[in-house]
């Protein structure tokens, strides 16, 4: 069965550094999304991307991080200067055309844990 | 804008007992509505959806869900629980105009005591 993969599944790094995380969408799918997960709560809408650009985004998805499609199969996440409150873990999904754009297939997940 | 209620965060079950976990949204547009599962230390998987069509949706691992409109429910069941689906359970929704993208509940862990 098809899946998404993320890399890496764990990050550790110091305060204010730039921390890159990887996806690898589903190849036929359009919709790319980014979540993340703080320890022992909800699950949280990032970012939304379609036709190589932002089609939506949160509040939580400032000016510290970015997304880019680089090539035809790589979604990457950027937390520029990271701070101890993006410790969380983040999930990547991707979603295909029409109804099924609805339907998120997630990856399973990068931990970051900032220091 | 959307929202998801799941009212209990822990529901602790006996092993072969029945269980249902709740959850309610709040949309002024239709919504799609599904169900996910996060066992421990590991992503996200879907266990049924809720698109369109018959009410009663059926998913993965005996679970089953019923859309109400009415009562803007969609609670998940299962007749007979095991060890196994011991788990955290999330309720989400998205809709076909507005945010496409899923807006989660708080997650309910499902606890199965032998």
């Known amino acids: 069965e098809p899946e998404v993969t993320q890399t890496p599944s764990h990050q550790v790094t110091q305060m204010g550094q730039e921390v890159i995380l990887r996806c690898v969408p589903i190849?036929?799918?359009?919709?790319f999304y980014w979540y993340r997960q703080i320890l022992g709560q909800k699950v949280e809408f990032l970012v939304s991307?379609?036709?190589?650009?932002?089609?939506?985004k949160s509040e939580i998805f400032d000016d510290q991080f970015s997304v880019e499609r680089p090539d035809g199969s790589n979604f990457t996440l950027k937390i520029r200067s990271t701070k101890l409150e993006d410790s969380a873990m983040y999930f990547c999904?991707?979603?295909?055309?029409?109804?099924?754009?609805?339907?998120?297939?997630f990856g399973a997940g990068s931990r970051l844990t900032v220091l | 804008a959307q929202s998801v209620t799941q009212l209990d965060s822990q529901v602790p079950v006996f092993e072969e007992a029945p269980v249902e976990l709740r959850c309610n949204y709040s949309?002024?547009?239709?919504?799609?509505l599904f169900w996910y599962v996060q066992y421990p230390n590991q992503g996200l998987q879907l266990l049924l959806k809720y698109l369109s069509g018959s009410t009663l949706v059926k998913g993965i691992n005996g679970f089953e869900a019923e859309f109400n409109k009415s009562q803007t429910s969609f609670h998940l069941r299962k007749p007979s629980v095991h060890i196994s689906d011991t788990a955290e359970y999330f309720c989400a929704v998205s809709t076909y105009t507005g945010r496409r993208a899923l807006t989660f509940g708080s997650g309910t862990r499902l606890q199965v005591q032998p």
């Open positions: 999904a991707s979603s295909e055309r029409g109804q099924g754009a609805n339907v998120l297939t």
């Open positions: 190849s036929n799918h359009l919709y």
């Open positions: 949309s002024s547009v239709s919504v799609y």
């Open positions: 991307f379609y036709n190589n650009e932002i089609s939506e």
